[in-house]
């Protein structure tokens, strides 16, 4: 048998769960790393022995083989990412509530994070020939955005800066905390100077001294040449804006309208031209609407039906002034009904085996 986790936490096997989490509690009050006078392994001990013994499952396994095999390996494997047990991970939360804000209370450092605003997704419907070209559209969005008065600082244009009174200038505030460990100071940043510790003798008149506003504002999206229905554009910073912060992103969905004569494959461009058999068998010249203008393509004597003809630099366009390619697909239409000249001409071909 391998570790004894009831003698580990100084139970019986007839503890129950409440007796096995006043045991960890303790044990962890005394051993915890961050603790003056605390033994890491004697905590990691514990930890192992409370994983276990506080879930039933795992609890029935170990007391009848002395091991534990759903869920974990019993000899305490940690996991990477924090206090886990083979494959599954150990929830502190029961006990410590917000286990990060333990942590930074022991160890009394001021944990300031960047502050972000809101993300924003926006639809926008271009048409075809814009989704090949490219173009800009130009969009109204109601958001909080930076005070274009004070410039996001909160304070009058021209104010001087000041002494913050909430933390005397510290940019950071000391907080003390009661937990199951006893009692902590955490250091926070001050929420009044956004841990700057100065904050502006008069506040703006637009904002009212937050920064920020909520309103409209116009944003132009460049769409580039050659995108596809469904692809997002990103605009960085162009989201909502936060009080301290920096702004959020845009995101703009691109809706392709779909055209009557043209369809997109990569690079090119397909479209399909109906034509006559006499013209097929004969060739001609035809002129084609393109989204460049109209072209004259040739159509060789003897075309196939479905044949591609390719009309090149009339496709999509890519680096370096390179296009893609215009690609015809030749579809050949058969009459229903034959005059009698015309139904005498064509028995004619096929006699000569044409």
């Given at each position: 048998?391998?570790?004894?986790?009831?003698?580990?936490?100084?139970?019986?096997?007839?503890?129950?769960?409440?007796?096995?989490?006043?045991?960890?509690?303790?044990l962890a009050h005394v051993?915890?790393?961050?603790?003056?006078?605390?033994?890491?392994?004697?905590?990691?001990?514990?930890?192992?022995?409370?994983?276990v013994l506080s879930d039933d499952k795992k609890r029935a396994e170990y007391d009848a083989y002395g091991r534990v095999f759903s869920g974990g390996q019993s000899g305490g494997q940690q996991n990477a990412g924090g206090f886990g047990f083979g494959s599954q991970e150990f929830d502190f939360g029961d006990i410590f509530g917000d286990f990060g804000d333990i942590f930074s209370n022991f160890t009394g450092q001021t944990q300031r994070r960047t502050q972000r605003g809101r993300d924003i997704s926006i639809d926008i419907e271009i048409s075809f020939r814009d989704s090949i070209?490219?173009?800009?559209?130009?969009?109204?969005?109601?958001?909080?955005?930076?005070?274009?008065?004070?410039?996001?600082?909160?304070?009058?244009?021209?104010?001087?800066?000041?002494?913050?009174?909430?933390?005397?200038?510290?940019?950071?505030?000391?907080?003390?905390?009661?937990?199951?460990?006893?009692?902590?100071?955490s250091v926070r940043v001050c929420e009044s100077c956004r841990?700057?510790?100065?904050?502006?003798?008069?506040?703006?008149?637009?904002?009212?001294?937050?920064?920020?506003?909520?309103?409209?504002q116009e944003i132009s999206v460049a769409i580039p040449a050659g995108v596809e229905s469904g692809e997002m554009i990103r605009l960085s910073g162009s989201g909502e804006a936060i009080?301290?912060?920096?702004?959020?992103?845009?995101?703009?969905k691109l809706h392709v309208h779909k055209d009557p004569v043209f369809t997109k494959e990569g690079i090119h461009i397909n479209m399909t031209l109906p034509l006559k058999l006499s013209d097929a068998l004969l060739g001609c010249e035809r002129t084609i609407e393109t989204l460049d203008g109209a072209v004259?393509?040739?159509?060789?004597?003897?075309?196939?039906?479905?044949?591609?003809?390719?009309?090149?630099?009339?496709?999509?366009?890519?680096?370096r002034g390179?296009?893609?390619?215009?690609?015809?697909?030749?579809?050949?239409?058969?009459?229903?009904?034959?005059?009698?000249?015309?139904r005498?001409?064509?028995?004619?071909l096929r006699e000569e085996g044409i």
């Open positions: 048998m391998g570790k004894d986790y009831y003698k580990i936490l100084g139970l019986t096997k007839s503890a129950s769960k409440d007796e096995v989490k006043r045991a960890f509690r303790k051993y915890h790393p961050d603790k003056p006078g605390g033994n890491a392994e004697k905590f990691k001990e514990a930890s192992e022995a409370y994983s070209f490219g173009t800009t559209r130009k969009v109204l969005l109601t958001k909080t955005s930076t005070c274009d008065a004070c410039r996001g600082t909160g304070g009058k244009p021209g104010t001087e800066q000041v002494t913050c009174t909430v933390c005397n200038g510290n940019g950071k505030m000391h907080e003390t905390k009661n937990s199951i460990l006893g009692t902590f100071t841990g700057t510790g100065k904050i502006p003798k008069e506040k703006c008149s637009a904002c009212k001294g937050s920064g920020v506003v909520r309103k409209e009080a301290g912060g920096i702004p959020g992103d845009l995101y703009v004259t393509a040739k159509i060789p004597a003897g075309v196939s039906h479905n044949e591609i003809l390719r009309v090149r630099e009339k496709g999509v366009p890519q680096e390179r296009r893609g390619d215009l690609l015809i697909t030749v579809s050949i239409t058969l009459p229903k009904k034959l005059s009698r000249k015309a005498k001409m064509i028995e004619d």
